[in-house]
């Protein structure tokens, strides 16, 4: 199992472009998450799905776009990127629950200048 | 929502010390709390969870205490080594379909 898989690894972008972060997972969890995460502010929750076809917003949903098309798959779109949203972004996935015992990817650390 | 509040925000010891790390939440109806590590540059990772029908819980040098009636639950490391250096971050939820809050981590920083 390659458990939770990010791409790209690192990212820059120039004010008002758009880009998709891929997240997928191959563990045939239902529930699948995406954070921020900004030095000294924790993990913040973007956008949240509970199986395929159900998504809803977090925390901190505005800029975001999501979709859960497949079980597997969980792209995060930006949709016109600003300086704020230069972060570290972690996607992860869960079994059970949609809080409990979260595995996280890898991470994307995207610069937007 | 919920509200997690974690201290402190950097705690050093020596090698060999206890760490104890706290967080506060405010939803009465949460009942899960885990603890995630995060190491320098790596992804978040689960080393313990509690639920609110326990009071502690251990697994090896860590444990986890919660009470429920103050709101307030506690991670706690003994016997440190240099591999603990990392940040811990708790975090609350009330299961089911709701989402996980998480506190703002404390940086561990255990000198050999």
């Known amino acids: 199992n390659a458990g939770v898989t990010q791409t790209p690894k690192f990212q820059v972008l120039k004010t008002g472009q758009s880009m998709t972060l891929q997240c997928a997972q191959d563990m045939n969890h239902e529930y699948m998450s995406w954070y921020r995460q900004d030095p000294g502010m924790g993990l913040r929750l973007i956008h949240y799905?509970?199986?395929?076809?159900?998504?809803d917003q977090g925390e901190v949903p505005n800029g975001y776009n999501v979709s859960r098309s497949t079980t597997e798959d969980f792209p995060l779109r930006l949709l016109s990127a600003a300086p704020s949203q230069t972060s570290v972004y972690f996607c992860?996935?869960?079994?059970?629950?949609?809080?409990?015992?979260?595995?996280f990817g890898p991470g994307t650390r995207l610069t937007v200048l | 929502g919920e509200n997690v509040e974690q201290h402190p925000s950097t705690l050093s010891v020596q090698e060999g010390d206890s760490a104890v790390i706290k967080c506060t939440y405010s939803?009465?109806?949460?009942?899960?709390f885990p603890w995630y590590k995060q190491e320098l540059g790596k992804r978040p990772q689960l080393i313990i969870d509690?639920?609110?029908?326990?009071g502690e819980k251990k697994d090896q040098r860590i444990a986890v205490t919660l009470n429920k009636t103050a709101k307030h639950f506690s991670l706690h490391i003994t016997e440190t080594q240099p591999e603990d250096s990392a940040v811990y971050f708790c975090a609350a939820s009330n299961s089911g379909y709701s989402t996980l809050t998480f506190g703002k981590g404390t940086m561990l920083l255990v000198s050999p």
């Open positions: 992860a996935s869960s079994k059970e629950q949609l809080a409990e015992q979260q595995f």
């Open positions: 799905s509970v199986g395929a076809g159900i998504t």
């Open positions: 509690i639920r609110s029908n326990v």
């Open positions: 939803d009465s109806a949460s009942n899960y």
